[in-house]
């Protein structure tokens, strides 16, 4: 484990030059650069809450904040997942010249996720002071969620990362996989309007659990409960371990498979 450590903070300074690096890159040539990171966001509640509040009347009190918060946690999740999973493909070049850390690339993914993460957060919380939605104390509890979707997609990520390189059809079966998780999470819709086999299906997604914890410290002034910590608990531990496991198995091949 020291050696891990050791390793991990020699290479701290790549790490950073790598955040850097897809941040610049992702905003590259663009006017509004990182602004993007939260006009983006702000765009599509605007748009989806025009198209839902009124196609399906959901009786949901600021359903613009309800929306904007599923679309902080999911869209996370979506862009981290996303781009993690070809961290070691896109580096192939620099992973044939040099010894480096290959779970340093996945990293650098997620963490500049994170980064626009934070920035969307802000935005959420400029909608809700917008819209005169009174901030309980619970808002201090954030954190616990937001640590557990950057926990959860860091582990699907170095799985993804993994099994892409031999495997690249996935980048491609990916795109409709999340799609169809989107409408499994209740990002736009409220749990109250599904039926009991359908709920029972959503609240099997660790998203949904997550997403709940967020909205539950954010909107419902209610502390998350012990169950619901442990539940997401559970499933951060079990990525992260089949996420680790498969990557430490596959990553001296993939310089063949590059």
Do not use: C
């Amino acid at each position: 484990m020291s050696t891990y450590i050791q390793n991990f903070i020699k290479f701290r300074p790549l790490l950073n030059e790598l955040i850097m690096r897809d941040i610049k890159t992702k905003y590259r040539k663009s006017i509004l650069g990182v602004f993007w990171t939260i006009l983006n966001p702000l765009f599509m509640m605007v748009v989806l809450s025009v198209v839902f509040s009124n196609l399906f009347k959901f009786d949901i009190e600021y359903f613009p904040v309800y929306l904007l918060s599923g679309q902080l946690i999911f869209n996370f999740y979506n862009e981290a997942t996303t781009s993690a999973m070809g961290a070691i493909i896109d580096n192939g070049p620099l992973i044939k010249k040099i010894y480096v850390p290959k779970y340093v690339f996945v990293l650098s993914r997620i963490f500049s996720s994170s980064i626009n993460l934070l920035a969307s957060f802000t935005a959420l919380i400029f909608v809700m002071l917008a819209m005169r939605v009174e901030l309980h104390y619970t808002v201090l509890l954030v954190p616990i969620p937001l640590f557990f979707i950057v926990f959860f997609s860091l582990g699907v990520g170095i799985l993804l990362a993994a099994i892409t390189v031999k495997f690249r059809d996935i980048m491609h079966l990916y795109s409709v996989f999340v799609t169809a998780l989107m409408y499994l999470t209740p990002v736009i819709y409220p749990m109250s309007i599904l039926p009991e086999w359908l709920e029972k299906i959503v609240l099997l997604n660790p998203i949904t659990n997550i997403l709940m914890m967020f909205r539950d410290v954010m909107m419902n002034n209610t502390v998350p409960s012990v169950s619901s910590i442990l539940l997401a608990a559970v499933e951060v531990v079990v990525v992260m371990a089949a996420g680790l496991y498969v990557f430490y198995k596959r990553q001296d091949t993939f310089i063949l498979d590059i």
